[in-house]
């Protein structure tokens, strides 16, 4: 192989000098793959499906200190015992109309990826430098602060892996979501930085660090999230998540949910610990979303009616800096595109969540906004004693209350 390769180079060397392009190649010696990226921007993608046909079994895959264009989707799934190193940078093109036709479904809420990635015992690794560059701008632009946009895709999708490791990767100017990790297990993803910062006057809404669906056991370790949304967001049947020691500027902070989307479908969340977090100018520090009990149009940006529960999750152990809303947030009273009410209708059931301990300070005052359901009160709902956060105006502490069981704390007022 090696030897038809290297012939192979050869050639495309000697024609490099007559017509100056050199398409992408893969390296092979032994078990581990060697990308080598087109000379002239065009699409490197079928390269590296075909290093990881190659060496995704019992092997290594090497992006080179290069960059890497990709033009079109791809699927390098069931992978197994394969080490990655990503001493470049991924470029997605923006060629929005293709992207939109033909990225890959991920199963749920019409969401699409551009690089739906999995197998078992893989270890991913970006050396602090590997970099995935979305070229995201053009889509904040496009999508004008549209939420769900069709087809606008997730950046990475780690799909059925388990015992693997994603370590010291970069993710700037995600398309859409950054990550989204779907019927996994047993991950960690250590040292990942997240920045998707919009140069015009449309934000960079969708650009979630990750979002979790049918996935357990799951550590994130940390991150640094720079963005316009949810920075990591346990959805649909997320259980034993641990988020520590991370970084969050702008944003909505932790986000359980949103989740209920489905009419008469079953979901749930559950053992979600986040500690050691700092918030910069985010939202909320930790965030609790359902949609109502009605279903109104259908998902992304419509749905409802969803049954299930979210429970034993916590949030400590924070520093909140100038928190533009509140520190805790439950609504269920979720809906997009304008519609409204039905917020006392959700069967969702949220219990057992804690806030604090935790320091800081919120712009507006408010500790807690609580909304829950009249259909399904929240019990067990703690803030910690000594969560003493203050106003940045020296404003007083506000904590509402709609539909809490047995406030421990006392409420100011009621949330709507
Ligand atoms: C391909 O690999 C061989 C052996 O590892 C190496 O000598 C050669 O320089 C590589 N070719 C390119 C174009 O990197
Ligand atoms: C994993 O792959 C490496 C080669 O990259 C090989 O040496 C090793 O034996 C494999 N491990 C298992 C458990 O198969
Ligand atoms: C990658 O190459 C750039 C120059 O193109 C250099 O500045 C940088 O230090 C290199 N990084 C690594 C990790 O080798
Ligand atoms: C996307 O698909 C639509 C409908 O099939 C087609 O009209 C359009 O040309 C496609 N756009 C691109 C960029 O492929
Ligand atoms: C789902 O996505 C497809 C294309 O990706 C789009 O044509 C369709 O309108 C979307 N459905 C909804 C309900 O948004
Ligand atoms: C959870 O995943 C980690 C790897 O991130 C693994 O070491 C640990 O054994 C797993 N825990 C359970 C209970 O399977
Ligand atoms: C995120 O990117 C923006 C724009 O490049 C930059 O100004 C900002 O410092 C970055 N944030 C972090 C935390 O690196
Ligand atoms: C915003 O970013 C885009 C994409 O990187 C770039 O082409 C454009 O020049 C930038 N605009 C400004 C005003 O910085
Ligand atoms: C949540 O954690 C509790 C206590 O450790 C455990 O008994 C329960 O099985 C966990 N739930 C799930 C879905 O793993
Ligand atoms: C509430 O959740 C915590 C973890 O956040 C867990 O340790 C505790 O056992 C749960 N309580 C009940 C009654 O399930
Ligand atoms: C606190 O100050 C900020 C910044 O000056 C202002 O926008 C906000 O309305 C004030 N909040 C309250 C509750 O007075
Ligand atoms: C609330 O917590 C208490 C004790 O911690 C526990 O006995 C009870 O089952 C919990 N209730 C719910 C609905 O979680």
């Known amino acids: 192989m090696g030897v038809g390769v290297k012939t192979l180079s050869l050639i495309s060397l000697l024609l490099c000098t007559v017509i100056h392009a050199w398409p992408a190649t893969v390296n092979k010696t032994g078990s581990t793959c060697t990308i080598i990226p087109a000379d002239d921007g065009t699409d490197d993608a079928p390269a ?11 092997g290594s895959i090497m992006f080179m200190n290069e960059t890497y264009h990709i033009e079109s989707v791809m699927q390098t799934t069931g992978l197994s015992n394969v080490t990655v190193h990503l001493y470049g940078t991924l470029l997605w093109g923006t060629d929005t109309g293709y992207w939109r036709n033909n990225s890959l479904q991920l199963g749920y809420q019409n969401q699409t990826t551009a690089w739906i990635f999995g197998g078992n015992d893989i270890t991913f690794m970006g050396h602090g430098y590997g970099t995935f560059d979305g070229q995201g701008q053009t889509w904040y632009d496009l999508a004008q602060n549209v939420s769900n946009l069709a087809g606008r895709p997730i950046a990475f999708t780690i799909a059925n892996t388990s015992n693997s490791v994603f370590s010291g990767i970069r993710f700037v100017q ?40 049918y996935s357990n056991n799951l550590t994130f370790l940390r991150w640094s999230v720079t963005n316009g949304d949810d920075a990591i967001a346990p959805k649909a049947n997320s259980s034993n998540l641990l988020i520590q020691d991370s970084i969050f500027y702008g944003g909505n902070g932790v986000a359980i949910g949103s989740i209920g989307q489905y009419l008469n479908e079953f979901e749930f969340i559950e053992n979600v610990t986040a500690e050691n977090i700092i918030c910069y100018s985010c939202q909320f520090i930790g965030y609790v979303k359902t949609w109502t009990g009605i279903q109104q149009e259908y998902p992304p940006n419509g749905g409802g009616g969803g049954l299930g529960y979210a429970k034993n999750i916590v949030f400590r152990d924070f520093v909140s800096i100038n928190t533009w809303n509140a520190i805790a947030q439950i609504t269920q009273c979720t809906s997009y595109v304008g519609l409204t009410g039905g917020c006392d209708t959700s069967k969702f059931q949220i219990s057992n969540i804690t806030w604090g301990p935790g320091v800081g300070n919120t712009v ?53």
């Open 364 to 416: 507006t005052g408010y500790l807690a906004e609580l909304q829950c359901s009249g259909a399904a009160p929240c019990p067990n709902i703690t803030l910690v004693d000594g969560l003493n956060l203050v106003g940045t105006n020296g404003t007083e502490r506000q904590v509402t209350c709609s539909n809490v069981v047995d406030p421990t704390f006392g409420c100011t007022g009621s949330a709507e």
């Open 174 to 213: 995600s398309q859409f979501w950054t990550t989204a990790i779907t019927h996994s297990e047993n991950l960690l993803l250590e040292d990942i930085y997240v920045n998707s910062t919009s140069n015009s006057t449309w934000s960079t809404i969708n650009t979630d660090g990750t979002d979790t669906f």
């Open 48 to 58: 590296i499906i075909s290093a990881f046909e190659q060496c995704g079994q019992d």
